[in-house]
T-cell receptor, first 114, second 111 residues
Framework: GAVVSQHPSRVICKSGTSVKIECRSL??????MFWYRQFPKQSLMLMAT?????????EQGVEKDKFLINHASLTLSTLTVTSAHPEDSSFYIC??????????FGPGTRLTVL | RKEVEQDPGPFNVPEGATVAFNCTYS??????FFWYRQDCRKEPKLLMS???SGNEDGRFTAQLNRASQYISLLIRDSKLSDSATYLC????????????FGKGTRLSVIA
């Protein structure tokens, strides 16, 4: 089946630093990728839709200047959390629509901001 | 009102029990429906799609009632390995539109 990788799987950083998360479709092309965030005991919430070759679309309440998204190629989207703060600590997951109209999830990135 | 609502549980059941989860969704334009399973600190994994005609996959049966915007999942003969959080998921289109997740229902199967 189609595979989506995500790196890093876990990151711990100091408050004020920036963290980049990569999402790659390994064996298919994805013009669109989705970024979700999940706080403890909460549902996955869509943050933004990443579009190859154009600007990302952000959900209401998600700051585009804080969560920078770059969809550089048909297989790679990156999410950069700029000037991270403890309240940004969460589980970040990407997904990409793949074969058979299914969506394929990356394994997620657990971010802890101290 | 949340877009997808689920009873958070937890449901604690003995091995071999039958357990049912329910879910309601608010957007009547939703076209595709799924149950996902999520283990602790892992990404969600597709368990099964849900169709109006009802569908079964081994011990799992899913049902959709579009009129009442209600989705169900039945697990028969529960195994210890079924312990997880079950996420009810809807989307406007199964292809390129994002998924809308419920908070999930936690299931613990006890020996």
């Amino acid at each position: 089946g189609a595979v989506v990788s995500q790196h890093p799987s876990r990151v711990i950083c100091k408050s004020g630093t920036s963290v980049k998360i990569e999402c790659r479709s390994l064996d298919f092309q994805a013009t669109t990728m989705f970024w979700y965030r999940q706080f403890p005991k909460q549902s996955l919430m869509l943050m933004a839709t990443s579009n190859e070759g154009s600007k990302a679309t952000y959900e209401q309440g998600v700051e585009k200047d804080k969560f920078l998204i770059n969809h550089a190629s048909l297989t790679l989207s990156t999410l950069t959390v700029t000037s991270a703060h403890p309240e940004d600590s969460s589980f970040y997951i990407c997904s990409a629509p793949g074969p058979s109209e299914k969506q394929f999830f990356g394994p997620g990135t657990r971010l802890t901001v101290l | 009102r949340k877009e997808v609502e689920q009873d958070p549980g937890p449901f604690n059941v003995p091995e071999g029990a039958t357990v049912a989860f329910n879910c309601t969704y608010s957007n009547s334009a939703s076209q595709s429906f799924f149950w996902y399973r999520q283990d602790c600190r892992k990404e969600p994994k597709l368990l099964m799609s849900v169709y109006s005609s009802g569908n079964e996959d081994g011990r799992f049966t899913a049902q959709l009632n579009r009129a009442s915007q209600y989705i169900s999942l039945l697990i028969r003969d529960s195994k210890l390995s079924d312990s997880a959080t079950y996420l009810c998921v809807v989307t406007l289109n199964s292809g390129n539109t994002p998924l809308v997740f419920g908070k999930g229902t936690r299931l613990s199967v006890i020996a």
